[in-house]
């Protein structure tokens, strides 16, 4: 869902600038990971960690797990949606700030753990160059404290590696609930930070660890939902109530005489997980599956060893968000996921045809990245 407050101000940066970062992140973070199960030192594969996983001897083939999964997401952002509106139809939007507070927190950490080992992986020999003589100073400084000589129980990989890895994961856990208990709309920054790093960590690490036909099918499936979604069904519903809320705050201001410079205004959309500024509101599930897509794109691109593939999906993507940009200009609210999404796999398509017709491979090596 993307959403212009304000048609005389948009501008376009302030609309394609975290998009831009979006997709430079998710490319990034594809990469390193990709990168990470190639290395002969990490044999492991990802994993299928779909609810409903790819399996070639089901009786429907990986068609059937792919569908399933794509219906099991639809129908859990469907029933999500509206237990949303209902808690802000009760007035306990508070409640809302409270649960996705928890939910950044712990995910937070979880992906702090998962792309901290990744990223350490990569640098590990850097960082014992420079860390390695950590643990001996250690050593020597209680051996000479204590008058005899110590022995740590640990080595300097142990302190690089695991020790920092945890901190970092709990420091952005920490982080993640605090930029949704912070209250002040003044402060709305720390949490549009938080969405545009999040959305590609989820998006990449659900397009790596998913097959490729179950990524497609549940980003079709939910831009055709979040069509829906906007014009008749709960997203609909929850814009209509903040601006309702909005215009409510604005009518007591004005009523009572209030600056409102000297009030602190905390309105519905920074309680819910949206990139939000005074001109533009873009959802966490558009960076999330924009990151999903351009992530799919780089898997499809290092299989088939061009970046041609990668380049299209971007082009299709930006392409789509610009056109959504422009009907924004009309309409104060529409489902960002559609436009973006449809033209980043007709833009793939093409690029994929192109590298089948011209670049050498072959149609078996293109069906073979689909199971």
């Known amino acids: 869902m993307s959403e212009v407050v304000d048609n005389s101000k948009a501008k376009t940066r302030a609309f394609f600038s975290p998009i831009i970062f979006v997709v430079i992140i998710a490319i990034i973070l594809s990469g390193m990971t990709l990168s990470y199960y190639g290395n002969p030192?990490?044999?492991?594969?990802?994993?299928?960690?779909?609810?409903?996983?790819?399996?070639?001897?089901?009786?429907?083939?990986?068609?059937?797990?792919?569908?399933?999964?794509?219906?099991?997401?639809?129908?859990i952002v469907f029933i999500s949606g509206f237990i949303v509106l209902i808690i802000i139809k009760k007035g306990l939007i508070h409640l809302l700030s409270y649960f996705y507070a928890a939910i950044m927190g712990i995910s937070w950490f979880t992906f702090g753990m998962f792309y901290g080992s990744i990223i350490l992986t990569h640098s590990v020999g850097i960082i014992n160059a420079v860390w390695d003589n950590i643990p001996r100073m250690i050593q020597n400084f209680l051996s000479f404290l204590f008058e005899t000589e110590v022995t740590l129980p640990f080595s300097g990989n142990f302190v690089v590696i695991v020790l920092i890895w945890y901190i970092i994961?709990?420091?952005?856990?920490?982080?993640?609930?605090?930029?949704?208990?912070?209250?002040?709309?003044?402060?709305?920054?720390?949490?549009?930070?938080?969405?545009?790093?999040?959305?590609?960590?989820?998006g990449s690490m659900l397009?790596?660890?998913?097959?490729?036909?179950?990524?497609?099918?549940?980003?079709?499936?939910?831009?055709?939902?979040?069509?829906?979604?906007?014009f008749r069904g709960p997203l609909k519903g929850i814009i209509d109530e903040s601006r309702e809320s909005v215009k409510e705050v604005e009518l007591q201001v004005e009523e009572q005489e209030y600056d409102m410079s000297e009030l602190?205004?905390?309105?519905?959309?920074?309680?819910?997980?949206?990139?939000?500024?005074?001109?533009?509101?873009?959802?966490?599930?558009?960076?999330?599956?924009?990151?999903?897509?351009?992530?799919?794109?780089?898997?499809?691109?290092?299989e088939l060893n061009t970046l041609i593939p990668l380049v299209m999906a971007v082009t299709g993507l930006l392409g789509g968000a610009y056109y959504t940009f422009q009907y924004l200009k009309e309409e104060r609210a529409l489902p960002g996921l559609p436009l973006p999404i449809f033209g980043g796999i007709g833009f793939l398509t093409l690029?994929?045809?192109?590298?089948?017709?011209?670049?050498?491979?072959?149609?078996?090596?293109?069906?073979?990245?689909?199971?």
């Open 169 to 202: 994961a709990a420091l952005l856990g920490v982080i993640g609930t605090i930029s949704f208990g912070i209250k002040s709309f003044k402060r709305i920054w720390v949490r549009n930070v938080m969405m545009v790093f999040f959305g590609p960590m989820i």
């Open 264 to 302: 602190e205004l905390v309105p519905l959309m920074p309680a819910l997980p949206v990139y939000s500024t005074p001109l533009i509101n873009i959802g966490l599930g558009d960076f999330a599956f924009f990151s999903m897509f351009v992530s799919a794109a780089v898997v499809i691109s290092a």
């Open 351 to 371: 690029g994929v045809i192109f590298v089948l017709v011209f670049g050498g491979t072959s149609l078996e090596t293109i069906l073979s990245l689909f199971g």
């Open 207 to 230: 397009a790596i660890h998913f097959g490729l036909l179950t990524v497609f099918l549940i980003l079709i499936g939910l831009s055709l939902y979040d069509i829906y979604a906007v």
């Open 41 to 75: 030192e990490t044999p492991d594969e990802p994993d299928d960690i779909s609810p409903y996983p790819e399996n070639p001897d089901d009786p429907g083939g990986i068609a059937q797990g792919a569908i399933s999964t794509m219906l099991f997401y639809v129908a």
